[in-house]
Structures are given as C-alpha cells and as structure tokens.
C-alpha cells in the first residue's frame, strides 16, 4: 500500500474539489492507514477530507499529538466544535490540554455545556495520575435493575459508551457496588436482578493513582477497563485496556532511553530537532567526563607500577570494560524486575547473596581465559593477577549493577536512572584501582 501515491492523488482531488472521488479512495482503507495518508496531505485539504468522513473521530484519534494541534490550528472554528464534540472524552481532553490558550478560548464556549463540564473535570487532574487518563465515557446500572431492564439500558448507554462489555453498577450516591460482564447478562434470564448476578469485588483505582500502577493493575487482572474511584468510593470514570497499554509502553521507552543516559523524549526520532536531541542527551555525557577522571586518578596513582610492568596496560582495557559489561547487566535486570514489580526493596539482601555467587562463578569463568593471555603476555605472576582482578572486577560491578537501582529506587528516583553509562563509569573506576592495587602487591615496582 503505497500511502504516499494515495496522498498524492488526495492533494489533487481535493484542490480541484472532487471530494467523492478523494473519499472513495479511502474507502478500502482503515482508520490508522486512513490517519497515516492525511499526514501525507496538504494540511488545507487534510481537513477538507476529514470534515467529510463519517468516521472522522476515530480516525482523528490515531493521529499524533502534533499532528492534532497542527490540524486543530487549521480547523474551521465550526468543524473542530463538531470533531471535538465527537471524540470520546479522554481523548477530547488530551486534545484541549494540548491547544494553547486562545485555542481552548475558542472552542470552549462553542461545546455543549455537558462536554464543557466533562473537559474542566477531567483536564483538572494532574498529569501522570489515573484521573488524567481515565474517560468518562462509561455504562452504569443499578443493582434493583432486572436483566430486561438492564439490556434495554445498556442498548440506550452503548453509543456513547467506550465499552459496555463490563457495565459498572453504582447506587444512588454513585458509589461503586459491583460490576457485571455483558456475558453474563446474556446469559442470565430476564427477570434475574442485577445485584443477584453481579461480582461485589471489584478492582478499581484511586483517581489520584499514579497512571503506572494503574497499567500494572490492568495487566495484572487482565482487564477490559478498570474503574476508577474517588476517596469517597464514587465512580468518576474508567481506564480502558488501550489506553493502559499505552501508558506501559510509554514506560518501557522511558525506562529503555534513561537505561542509555537519554533523557525522556516525546514524538518520533525522525522529527526530533538536533537542538532537542542535543540537551537530552549532553547532560550524561558532561557528568560522565568528570565521572571518568576518577579512573584518571586511579591510573595516575599508580603509574610507578605501571611504569615497571607496561604489561599491564595492555590488560586494563579489557578488565575495566568487563566489569562495566557485568555491572550493566545486572542494572538491567534488575531495573526490569523493579519496574515490573517481580522485586521489591526488602528482596535485596537475599538478592545480593544469590548475585555475588552468580558474579563469582562468571568471574571465575572469565578469569581462567584470560590468565592463559596473561601468561603468554608475561609470566605466572602477571597470569595470576589478571585471573585475581578478574574475579574481583567482575565481582564487583555485578554487586554495583544489582544495588544501584535498589539505592535509587530508595532515595525516590527512577531505578532506570542506573543507566548503562552510570554503572560502566562507576565500574571502570573501581575496576582501574582493584587492578592496580592488585598488581602492586604482586609485581616488582
């Protein structure tokens, strides 16, 4: 499917305004592939099409971030009333936090009062928190309903509703008193009540939760959707099974970039400005050199042994390097398990045991290769203190790896900020002077 050649006969359908032929040749197409042909379109005849779609919400919706304040600049005051009016409300919210001022000026007065009041309580969460992400597009019952009554309910909710294959059944406070599936309604005979087939155990959230937990709570009970309460125990809206996956895979970006020493970034890479790509990626960099200076140090420490032994030199590479090698690796498995919840801070201890033995046994490995070099390089002596710092190297950039994200984990920062670079700095400092120090207690200065 070539999106390009389609955009190309769009951009002339349009300006000649043929707009049934421009739609019929999206007709085979679905909403994303729809979404990613208007990118390709001129932005004055992208919206000309849009505005003509029946479907133009959802298609809408699989546009990125930019792109819709990009189209929303260039939308006719009336077609983006209409569109936004249209979007499911967490979506619709998203959107207006996007817009700058003048923008939410503009359309907020044009909204229905009901879609005015939804997108000042939803936009009047903070970022990051289950009320944030959660849509108030939702179906309620009532526990007196009789499954008749609750199905022709559903038929009159289900337009607007995200999903009505799990129904939220709330009392007159709108508090939340169980859940019942669209399954078992089916199922039920008609004149069953509610309350008699619901499940009275529901998982739910608080509206303040951070939205991590909330995609971990979801993947956890494998759910649809779950409902999110307020303190007192009102439903106020729902996360759906999309939107927390959206937020886990948002996580798991973040985690991978912070794991190379790159800060958080948002949009694609291709259209990230060398300016942005720039500051997020200088500050590590910049700290590591000062980091680095430690193993300056260390070498300059000892620079009458390796004077007398220039022997070594040809070994310190590959020793430091392996030390940061093992330490990145422990990091990153155990930055996972943090982030995944498999681990948690009291595991630590009974961790670094069972870590220490496995960095032993790899070290050991590690050093009976090695010290075969070492004595063809040099002599018994020099083999022995290769296998020795080996061992101790590997060791401890394991022991490093494994720790560091318990630590900041402690101290309230993200674990994945024991990024690959950070442990091999620390590694390549420790493993410079646990070699030397090695070294000098072994050979002639």
Same mark, same amino acid.
């Given at each position: 499917?070539?999106?390009?050649?389609?955009?190309?006969?769009?951009?002339? $359908?349009?300006?000649?305004?043929?707009?049934?032929?421009?739609?019929?040749?999206? #007709?085979?197409?679905?909403?994303?592939?729809?979404?990613?042909?208007?990118?390709?379109?001129?932005?004055?005849?992208?919206?000309?099409?849009?505005?003509?779609?029946?479907?133009?919400?959802?298609?809408?919706?699989?546009?990125?971030?930019?792109?819709?304040?990009?189209?929303?600049?260039?939308?006719?005051?009336?077609?983006?009333?209409?569109?936004?009016?249209?979007?499911? +409300?967490?979506?619709?919210?998203?959107?207006?936090?996007?817009?700058?001022?003048?923008?939410?000026?503009?359309? $907020?007065?044009?909204?229905?009062?009901?879609?005015?009041?939804?997108?000042?309580?939803? +936009?009047?969460?903070?970022?990051?928190?289950?009320?944030?992400?959660?849509?108030?597009?939702?179906?309620?019952?009532?526990?007196?309903?009789? /499954?008749?009554?609750?199905?022709?309910?559903?038929?009159?909710?289900?337009?607007?509703?995200?999903?009505?294959?799990?129904?939220?059944?709330?009392?007159?406070?709108?508090?939340?008193?169980?859940? @019942?599936?669209?399954?078992?309604?089916? $199922?039920?005979?008609?004149?069953?009540?509610?309350?008699?087939?619901?499940?009275?155990?529901?998982?739910? +959230?608080?509206?303040?939760?951070?939205?991590?937990?909330?995609?971990?709570?979801?993947?956890?009970?494998?759910?649809?959707?779950?409902?999110?309460?307020?303190?007192?125990?009102?439903?106020?809206?729902?996360?759906? #099974?999309?939107?927390?996956?959206?937020?886990?895979?948002?996580?798991?970006?973040?985690?991978?970039?912070?794991?190379?020493? /790159?800060?958080?970034?948002?949009?694609?890479?291709?259209?990230?400005?060398?300016?942005?790509?720039?500051?997020?990626?200088?500050?590590?960099?910049?700290?590591?050199?000062?980091?680095?200076?430690?193993?300056?140090?260390?070498?300059? #420490?000892?620079?009458?042994?390796?004077?007398?032994?220039?022997?070594?030199?040809?070994?310190?590479?590959?020793?430091?390097?392996?030390?940061?090698?093992?330490?990145?690796?422990?990091?990153?498995?155990?930055?996972?398990?943090?982030?995944?919840?498999?681990?948690?801070?009291?595991?630590?201890? %009974?961790?670094?045991?069972?870590?220490?033995? @496995?960095?032993?046994?790899?070290? $050991?490995?590690?050093?009976?290769?090695? +010290?075969?070099?070492?004595?063809?390089?040099?002599?018994?002596? @020099?083999?022995?203190?290769?296998?020795?710092?080996?061992?101790?190297? @590997?060791?401890?950039?394991?022991?490093?790896?494994?720790?560091?994200?318990?630590?900041?984990?402690?101290?309230?920062?993200?674990?994945? %900020?024991?990024?690959?670079?950070?442990?091999?700095?620390?590694?390549?400092?420790?493993?410079?002077?646990?070699?030397?120090?090695?070294? %000098?207690?072994?050979?002639?200065?």
């Amino acid at each position: 499917m070539d999106l390009k050649a389609i955009a190309r006969k769009l951009n002339k $359908l349009t300006e000649d305004q043929k707009f049934d032929q421009a739609l019929a040749e999206l #007709h085979e197409l679905r909403p994303i592939d729809i979404a990613d042909t208007l990118v390709l379109v001129k932005p004055k005849c992208a919206w000309q099409i849009l505005e003509r779609l029946p479907n133009r919400a959802t298609i809408f919706s699989y546009l990125e971030a930019e792109d819709q304040v990009a189209m929303a600049r260039i939308f006719p005051r009336s077609s983006l009333v209409q569109m936004v009016g249209e979007m499911p +409300s967490d979506e619709r919210t998203d959107l207006y936090k996007r817009l700058d001022q003048s923008q939410r000026d503009a359309l $907020l007065p044009a909204l229905a009062q009901a879609e005015r009041e939804d997108i000042r309580r939803l +936009s009047a969460y903070a970022e990051g928190t289950a009320g944030a992400l959660m849509t108030s597009d939702y179906a309620t019952l009532k526990a007196e309903m009789s /499954v008749e009554e609750a199905l022709a309910a559903l038929r009159l909710e289900a337009p607007d509703a995200e999903t009505i294959y799990h129904a939220y059944v709330i009392d007159d406070a709108r508090k939340l008193v169980g859940v @019942v599936s669209l399954r078992s309604l089916i $199922l039920a005979s008609p004149e069953q009540l509610i309350g008699d087939i619901m499940l009275s155990a529901v998982v739910s +959230s608080n509206v303040n939760e951070d939205q991590e937990d909330v995609a971990k709570t979801v993947a956890r009970y494998d759910l649809i959707a779950l409902p999110i309460i307020d303190d007192d125990g009102r439903l106020v809206g729902i996360v759906t #099974h999309d939107d927390a996956m959206d937020v886990a895979s948002d996580e798991a970006t973040d985690d991978f970039l912070k794991s190379g020493g /790159v800060a958080s970034m948002m949009g694609s890479l291709k259209d990230t400005s060398i300016r942005l790509l720039y500051r997020k990626r200088v500050f590590w960099l910049v700290l590591l050199v000062f980091g680095n200076l430690i193993s300056g140090i260390g070498i300059a #420490h000892f620079e009458d042994v390796i004077a007398a032994n220039l022997v070594l030199v040809f070994f310190l590479p590959l020793l430091v390097d392996s030390g940061g090698n093992a330490g990145s690796q422990s990091a990153t498995l155990m930055v996972r398990a943090l982030a995944t919840g498999e681990v948690v801070m009291r595991d630590w201890f %009974s961790l670094l045991g069972r870590e220490a033995m @496995v960095a032993l046994l790899l070290g $050991l490995t590690m050093a009976a290769a090695i +010290s075969v070099i070492g004595y063809i390089r040099g002599d018994a002596v @020099v083999s022995l203190v290769l296998a020795l710092s080996m061992v101790s190297v @590997v060791m401890i950039g394991c022991v490093i790896g494994m720790s560091l994200p318990f630590v900041l984990n402690k101290l309230g920062f993200d674990p994945a %900020s024991a990024s690959a670079p950070l442990i091999t700095s620390v590694c390549d400092a420790s493993g410079v002077a646990i070699y030397l120090f090695i070294a %000098s207690q072994f050979l002639i200065v």
